[in-house]
């Protein structure tokens, strides 16, 4: 399980590379200004981790539809 630390040592290392994390408390509530709802106290850090991934990945897959659809 994590603790307040860890999910900020996710937080920061994610801000690395320009993700920007929101949380309250060990609840994730944004990704990237997107709205999120993740309790971290309910993962492992790498399964939290792939998570974040997995919600960058739908944003993007979204991101490049959305601009697909405004080309025609």
Known sequence: MLNEDNLQAI???FAKYNV???V?????VAINGR???FDATAFMQDQLIEMICKVL???LIHQVWVNEQTKK
């Open 57 to 59: 990945s739908n944003q």
């Open 35 to 37: 709205p999120a709802d």
């Open 20 to 22: 920007q994390i929101q």
């Open 24 to 28: 309250n408390g060990m609840q994730i």
């Open 11 to 13: 937080v920061n290392t």
